[in-house]
């Protein structure tokens, strides 16, 4: 039982250009979701999905997209990268049907953008 | 949307000293409270979480206040040891901390000193 998966740990883009940070999970949770991570600004919602088929945006969605691929992955995109994405991005997922409201999160993934 | 303000951003106690640690909020309909503790490079990590239909709850030196009329609601911890060292995050939800996701405060970074 691995719990929250995410990759990869560590990436340096340049300006403008893209890739995909990708999340599993395999706890049967209904509820997955992306957040960023500032120094000073906690974490701050990027997008979510309710569930397999759904996507919702968050706080801060401007420059990214999300897929939910299926009920176990959850993928986040940037299409064109900029500085201001540079951020430590962690990828959480609660069981809804327990009830218990509990994230849980992925080891994070820093990304730098230059 | 929701706010969360936490504070202090910084706190340092000395070693079996207490350390409280306080957060607002402004949805009166936010019914879901925990609290998350991120040691330097680690995932966030529940530790402690309440709900609305409850005043205060505890757990071995950790316990946590509500004030639903207030709108606030803290985080006590007692007798602290170096391993409290960490920054800890006070959340609120509408609902279990589902689909809507939490929304955090910035964070409290707490230092035990020897």
């Known amino acids: 039982n691995a719990g929250v998966t995410q990759t990869p740990k560590f990436q340096v883009l340049k300006t403008g250009q893209s890739m995909t940070l990708q999340c599993a999970q395999d706890?049967?949770?209904?509820?997955m979701y992306w957040y960023r991570q500032d120094p000073g600004m906690g974490l701050r919602l990027i997008y979510y999905?309710?569930?397999?088929?759904?996507?919702d945006k968050g706080e801060v969605p401007n420059g990214y997209n999300v897929s939910r691929l299926n009920k176990r992955e959850f993928s986040l995109r940037l299409e064109s990268a900029a500085p201001s994405q540079t951020s430590v991005y962690f990828c959480?997922?609660?069981?809804?049907?327990?009830?218990?409201?509990?994230?849980?999160f992925g080891e994070g993934s820093r990304l730098t953008v230059l | 949307g929701e706010n969360v303000e936490q504070h202090p951003s910084t706190l340092s106690v000395q070693e079996g000293d207490s350390a409280v640690i306080k957060c607002t909020y402004s949805?009166?309909?936010?019914?879901?409270f925990p609290w998350y503790k991120q040691e330097l490079g680690k995932r966030p990590q529940l530790i402690i979480d309440?709900?609305?239909?409850?005043g205060e709850k505890k757990d071995q030196r950790i316990a946590v206040t509500l004030n639903k009329t207030a709108k606030h609601f803290s985080l006590h911890i007692t007798e602290t040891q170096p391993e409290d060292s960490a920054v800890y995050f006070c959340a609120a939800s509408r609902g279990g901390g589902g689909a809507d996701g939490l929304t955090f405060g910035k964070g409290t970074h707490l230092i035990i000193q020897p």
């Open positions: 309440i709900r609305s239909n409850v």
């Open positions: 949805d009166s309909a936010s019914n879901y």
């Open positions: 706890m049967n949770h209904n509820s």
């Open positions: 999905s309710a569930s397999e088929g759904t996507t």
């Open positions: 959480a997922s609660s069981g809804i049907h327990l009830n218990t409201g509990e994230l849980f």
